[in-house]
């Protein structure tokens, strides 16, 4: 009996031109990795069906590049959650008769049901993945149709979510479509990319066009581009994408994650550039709108949390949080005068998308805060707020959860009508962010990260706005480090879980003018029960047994303490042997739910 690959994410790539395609696309695939990295493959055509695939990291698989002649080419690099890490289920996966060649992103939940009715017609299955039933029912479909008509009659049979690249031997072309996740187009001087993602493609062109749900993308001498729900053939406008292959590549840092951290006072600028006209417009929609609703995942959720804190303290406006996961529970509350704010980096993740369309069927309005240009969540919202961070290549947000509060914040203090006061004060931070992610400064939190690496649990708190931080604080150090880490509202502490610490148990404690008081409270609780006590504020104190000094910042406060806490985690996944750009199990955005 198969068992389900559970595929999160994946990054495929498909060219077309005149240049050797299996370059072309193992250069693609490396700059793809941080979608996932447990094993990947390649398919030429030469006009036969050549492959090459593996398991391992696309820098550890040795790609005989003179087996793989030809200029046509698709690849694919793997994440899978459980099962199945193997050679036969590393894409692409090919048709019985050796002819038709396919990567997918996505999962095909209906896969059980087509792999029985294929074995009924003498179909045979060497992988235990889902995708493996797409090339053989193009295989059974070309029979009687050319192959995009064969490619066509296959998609129809298909629930659930894919963008898939698509060869068939002898047919110079790639044949691309896309549901639920997503895939652009790169058009270049004679030749064209399909891939997950622009940095794929980018050092060929930087012409990019953004395929909408159910578009279905031939490549070859030319581009067709059809729309298989309105079942004709479609133009889609070509962009031009404003940054380089010099900011996706790792430059003189070690790691992406390195990078994207110290170019915050970059990200943080061009975040505050952004969009005065469309965040005056937001405003007025908020203060029209009965009820507001802030949804986001993960880091994106825990920047919705802190930007509810400066809506209240600010316009005097309580704006529902909820995790976009969970959104479905609130569905019969949202009626035609609410309006929904969606968080997210990366545009794609599914339980937000999820939780967008289903807000509209209500008659919502959608506001989307979004980092990936032409993403699947830009096209659903009646509003957009471009985060402006530039490509984000490491699996953990950093740069992109500081644009994400920079925007929240302008927004906040938009809708109080104190737009003017917000971007000062936010402009105002970006010297203390320079200084902040300096190496002198990392050096400095090198010492903490020295004395805490061998802990076990790491404790985080904070009050007001610096709750919010406490909790993104223990998300990056776990994601990161695999320490333990946990972050409170420095009052619910002693409600249980104090009972966890113990001597030396290190326990991060953020302050501010307005909580200060309360904190060092907290502090002194934890120390009486043998803490190690690191403080992260304005000011230091005697009950600290190490201080980060961090400027008062006001409700802009967020922005900067987060920063101290992603360069601890960075240093801590080094010192524990941890690969900083590819934490385990975790992927850049989660297309299925
Ligand atoms: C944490 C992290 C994730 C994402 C979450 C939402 O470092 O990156 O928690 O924040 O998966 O992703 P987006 O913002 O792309 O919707």
Redesign the pocket.
Known sequence: MPYKVLILVCGIIGYTGNKKASKVVLKGLMTLEYRGYDSAGIVTLDPKIRIQKNVGKINQIDFDMEKLPGNVGIGHTRWATHGGVTKENCHPHISNNGKIAVVHNGIIENYQELRTFLEAKGFVFNTQTDTEVIPNLIEMYMKENDFLDAVKKSIKMLEGSYALAIVCEGLEKVIAVRKDSPLVVGVGDEEFFVASDVPAFIEHTKKVIYLHENDLVIINKKLKIFNLKEDREVERPVHNIDWDMEQAKKGNFEHFMLKEIAEQTESIKKSLRNNTKEIERVSWMINDARKVYLI?????YHACLSASYKFSSLAKKHLDVVLASEFSNYRDLIEQDSLVIA???????AD?LEAVKSAKEKGAKVVSIVNVTGSSLTRESDELLMMNSGPEIS???TKTYTSQLVVLTLLAYATAGRYDEGKAKIKDLINYVYYITSANARDYIRKLSEKIKDSEHIYLIGRGLQYPTALEAA??IK?VSYIHAEGFAGGELKHGAIAMIEKGTPCIVFTSDLTEKEMVGNASELKARGAYIIGIGPRNNDLFDFFIKVMQADEANSICQIIPIQILAYQLALLRGCDPDRPRNLAK??TVK
Not at 343 to 349: A, C, I, R
């Open positions: 986001g995942c993960g880091s994106s968080v997210s980096q990366s545009g794609e993740t937000i699996v953990l947000s998300l990056k994601e955005s989660v």
